[in-house]
């Protein structure tokens, strides 16, 4: 059983930064792609950040050039770097990582709000 775990999130003023990490359980390369979504009150979960093949990435237009993703094989460790964050970048952020069977798994997710 894979087991994912965030850490990281809590409350930034507006135009601040946060790095979340998600620890697995696994070793990464055992996973097809990983990648990060975000769900706010009301709203259905969405994509914020993915590796979706090797080393290419994909991230939501509402992010892009604020946040980064990245990982470290060594570690067993996916990151988000948010920055410049926005009251509407608040969310619970997870971690979902799919094996090569197409099994999906989610980390418990990690509350970020953004206010002043």
């Known amino acids: 059983q894979v087991q994912l775990v965030e850490s990281g999130g809590g409350l930034v003023q507006p135009g601040g930064s946060l790095r979340l990490s998600c620890e697995s359980s696994?070793?990464?390369?055992?996973?097809?792609?990983m990648g990060w979504y975000r769900q706010a009150p009301g709203q259905e979960r969405e994509l914020v950040a993915g590796f979706v093949s090797g080393d290419n990435t994909e991230y939501a237009d509402s992010v892009k050039g604020r946040f980064t993703i990245s990982r470290s094989e060594a570690k067993n460790m996916l990151y988000l770097q948010m920055s410049s964050l926005k009251p509407g970048d608040s969310a619970v952020y997870y971690c979902?990582?799919?094996?090569?069977?197409?099994?999906?798994?989610w980390g418990q997710g990690t509350q970020v709000t953004v206010s002043s």
């Open positions: 979902r990582a799919v094996g090569f069977l197409k099994d999906v798994y």
């Open positions: 696994k070793d990464l390369y055992l996973f097809k792609s």
